[in-house]
């Protein structure tokens, strides 16, 4: 039996979409506990008047477990109706973790297309040290997401690269250890993920560098923002349940377990766009295409090797980097991995 949790309840997008966040609240109650960064708080409230929605705090700690159900408890004792996340991944995947402990309703407000938190039903934790520490699968789908694309399209230009390059990584990690043509080389979900891993990836190669440079375009933000924080979660909500990490995020969480302070400033994206290197090698994707995906890169300012993520390339840290990247990623040629290893050290 399958049990896909894929899109949101509603997803809304345009100029102004915030101030839809009262009427969109109210279809699920009339006092919210508002969680968000302090900036992205800061952000939103110059559009609206979130006390008027209930109860705001500022989040400085990480996305841990522990925080999730302090913010549960406080909605069961302040009698919240529901929760609404702001600001990127780790806020809003706090908020949906909160949300799943409290089992009430969840909007999403995101502030930037860093990832692609706001959409999914999966909430990527870490302690409070900010070290890995799995995820949490949420019971039903998020409710509303509110992406008000003036808001976005003037996040800094590296969050929008970091977003667009884990993006771009859907369709190389779907055909990690598999050669797919048709429908009959895989299961459908998985073609499924193919299918749409291939227009992202040509939908953001494409138009990636003009919004690199100018996000004047609305329409073209928007169409950014739908294929970052919508279109690329039903790739990740139709790949769920495969138990098995692939290369870049293989190396994310890596680098998030073992690496924590070093790399405590590296964005999410940015740590993926490096496996994602890793991956194509691996994938032995045309030359080509893995030039224009590190040009991409370049033009963003993002890390291209190891180093850049502060990974001390020692003998030890090798052998724990292949050991974890083939148990976790069911790598079926350790020598080829090594090559691709090599390619980004």
């Given at each position: 039996m399958q049990e896909l949790k894929v899109g949101a309840g509603r997803f809304v997008v345009g100029a102004k979409a915030i101030q839809n966040l009262k009427r969109e609240m109210q279809y699920f109650g009339k006092k919210a506990l508002i969680i968000g960064g302090p900036s992205s708080v800061d952000k939103v409230a110059e559009c609206v008047d979130l006390n008027d929605l209930g109860i705001v705090h500022r989040h400085t700690g990480e996305c841990s477990k522990r925080w999730a159900e302090d913010y549960s408890e406080i909605v069961k004792q302040e009698q919240c109706d529901l929760i609404i996340g702001i600001g990127g991944g780790k806020c809003i995947d706090l908020a949906k973790c909160a949300a799943t402990y409290a089992n009430c309703p969840i909007i999403t407000v995101p502030t930037s297309v860093a990832t692609c938190a706001a959409s999914s039903a999966v909430c990527i934790m870490y302690t409070d040290e900010g070290r890995?520490?799995?995820?949490?699968?949420?019971?039903?789908?998020?409710?509303?997401?509110?992406?008000?694309?003036?808001?976005?399209?003037?996040?800094?230009?590296?969050?929008?690269?970091?977003?667009?390059?884990?993006?771009?990584?859907?369709?190389?990690?779907?055909?990690?250890?598999?050669?797919?043509?048709?429908?009959?080389?895989?299961?459908?979900?998985?073609?499924?993920?193919?299918?749409?891993?291939?227009?992202?990836?040509?939908?953001?190669?494409?138009?990636?560098?003009?919004?690199?440079?100018?996000?004047?375009?609305?329409?073209?933000?928007?169409?950014?923002?739908?294929?970052?924080?919508?279109?690329?979660?039903?790739?990740?909500?139709?790949?769920?349940?495969?138990?098995?990490?692939?290369?870049?995020?293989?190396?994310?969480?890596?680098?998030?377990?073992?690496?924590?302070?070093?790399?405590?400033?590296?964005?999410?994206?940015?740590?993926?766009?490096?496996?994602?290197?890793?991956?194509?090698?691996?994938?032995?994707?045309?030359?080509?295409?893995?030039?224009?995906?590190?040009?991409?890169?370049?033009?963003?300012?993002?890390?291209?090797?190891?180093?850049?993520?502060?990974?001390?390339?020692?003998?030890?840290?090798?052998?724990k980097l292949i050991e974890y990247l083939t148990k976790s990623t069911n790598v079926t040629d350790v020598e080829r991995l090594e090559k691709a290893l090599e390619k980004i050290k």
């Amino acid at each position: 039996m399958q049990e896909l949790k894929v899109g949101a309840g509603r997803f809304v997008v345009g100029a102004k979409a915030i101030q839809n966040l009262k009427r969109e609240m109210q279809y699920f109650g009339k006092k919210a506990l508002i969680i968000g960064g302090p900036s992205s708080v800061d952000k939103v409230a110059e559009c609206v008047d979130l006390n008027d929605l209930g109860i705001v705090h500022r989040h400085t700690g990480e996305c841990s477990k522990r925080w999730a159900e302090d913010y549960s408890e406080i909605v069961k004792q302040e009698q919240c109706d529901l929760i609404i996340g702001i600001g990127g991944g780790k806020c809003i995947d706090l908020a949906k973790c909160a949300a799943t402990y409290a089992n009430c309703p969840i909007i999403t407000v995101p502030t930037s297309v860093a990832t692609c938190a706001a959409s999914s039903a999966v909430c990527i934790m870490y302690t409070d040290e900010g070290r890995s520490d799995g995820s949490v699968g949420m019971n039903r789908e998020v409710d509303v997401v509110l992406a008000d694309s003036e808001i976005i399209k003037n996040s800094p230009k590296r969050l929008w690269g970091a977003g667009l390059v884990d993006s771009l990584a859907k369709l190389p990690e779907v055909i990690h250890n598999l050669t797919i043509k048709n429908h009959k080389d895989c299961d459908l979900n998985k073609y499924i993920c193919y299918i749409n891993g291939k227009v992202i990836w040509e939908f953001i190669m494409g138009e990636g560098y003009v919004l690199a440079d100018d996000q004047k375009d609305l329409g073209l933000v928007e169409n950014m923002i739908v294929t970052n924080l919508i279109h690329t979660s039903i790739v990740s909500g139709f790949s769920s349940g495969s138990g098995q990490l692939a290369l870049a995020h293989g190396l994310y969480d890596f680098i998030r377990r073992e690496f924590v302070k070093e790399a405590k400033d590296i964005l999410h994206g940015e740590i993926v766009g490096v496996g994602l290197i890793m991956q194509m090698y691996y994938n032995g994707d045309d030359p080509q295409e893995i030039e224009n995906l590190k040009s991409f890169m370049e033009h963003f300012g993002m890390p291209m090797n190891l180093r850049d993520i502060h990974y001390e390339d020692t003998d030890d840290n090798r052998r724990k980097l292949i050991e974890y990247l083939t148990k976790s990623t069911n790598v079926t040629d350790v020598e080829r991995l090594e090559k691709a290893l090599e390619k980004i050290k």
